[in-house]
């Protein structure tokens, strides 16, 4: 099997620089439209699949992003691992502005989604117990260090719906109470999906700001975040140039067996199944249905 390295681009990540052959195709999806069309093409011999999450140009916010319509346009397109770029807020001192986090666990605090490509008609549960994948976070991590990124191994990514930024009560609780490390708006239900879908899904977290906690920063300052932003993107497309030779063109099943997560997880027997339903699942679930 080959590798196939798709790319969600957040805020400040629009497009994959080196790409040979480069080409932008629209991938049509039964879960509606994908924020944009999608990069096809190929860096260091392996293909690569890039997608801007808010669309060119910044268009749709956090809240209106079609996770689902993203997640089935990738693993149509052949996808096999899935690279979350993104930006997010700090609430550790050590977790500096500039500073990248490769997250493993997450909260999900998002309210105004669909989370699940399953529903009546269809039934599945799949676990999400450890929702990022080991193996392709370590490949991002290796890749940062060598972009010379300071970049931290773990941590709790808190999603939050947005578009507004914490209170500073919210801001304490998280940090305080939940222990959480990271702020951001958009990588849920985009892992619980990518995990349904039987991709391997890695975070990369870029820290732009301290969230309102810190009593030195105090509230968030958009345009320092800007200006942060502009240098974590140039590093983060350092960071992707890399992950070709770090996972190379040829790809062994998941050892943590991302790629097998609807083995047991479908529970509607067949007679039951909504047929419509199966029919949208073509791509997300057809290995098993």
């Known amino acids: 099997m080959e590798t196939v390295i798709g790319v969600m681009g957040g805020s400040g990540v629009y497009d994959i620089e080196g790409l040979e052959g480069a080409k932008w195709h629209k991938v049509d999806s039964p879960f509606g439209d994908a924020s944009d069309a999608l990069l096809f093409g190929q860096l260091n ?16 916010s956090p809240s209106t992003v079609n996770y689902r319509a993203n997640i089935d346009a990738l693993k149509r397109a052949g996808v096999t691992d899935v690279i979350s770029v993104s930006a997010c807020g700090s609430f550790r001192e050590d977790m500096a502005p500039g500073d990248f986090v490769i997250v493993d ?13 399953f529903g009546t ?14 193996r392709l976070s370590a490949a991002c991590y290796e890749a940062a260090k060598a972009e010379n990124i300071n970049v931290h191994m773990g941590g709790t990514y808190l999603a939050m719906e947005g578009p507004q930024f914490s209170t500073l009560a919210e801001s304490k609780m998280y940090r305080e109470v939940w222990g959480c490390d990271v702020i951001g ?3 849920m239900p985009e892992a619980k999906l990518a995990r349904e879908a039987e991709l391997c899904y890695a ?11 810190h009593p030195d920063h105090g509230e968030v300052d958009i345009s320092q975040i800007i200006a942060t932003l502009m240098g974590n993107a140039s590093k983060a497309k350092g ?6 030779a770090l996972l190379g063109a040829k790809r062994e099943p998941c050892p943590y067996g991302c790629d097998r997560a609807l083995e047991y997880a479908i529970l509607t027997q067949p007679d ?10 073509d791509a997300v679930a057809g290995r098993v249905l």
């Open 45 to 60: 011999g392996v293909k690569m699949v890039f997608l801007p999450r808010h669309g060119r140009g910044h268009a749709l």
């Open 105 to 117: 666990q997450f909260i999900d605090r998002t309210f105004a989604r669909e989370k699940s490509f």
């Open 121 to 134: 008609g269809c039934v599945a549960h799949v676990s999400v117990a450890h929702p990022t994948c080991a």
């Open 185 to 187: 708006m958009t990588n």
């Open 203 to 213: 975070s990369v977290a870029m820290i732009t700001d301290f969230d309102s906690w």
């Open 239 to 244: 960071l992707v140039g890399r992950l070709p």
């Open 272 to 281: 039951n199944r909504d047929l419509a339903i199966v029919a949208q699942l």
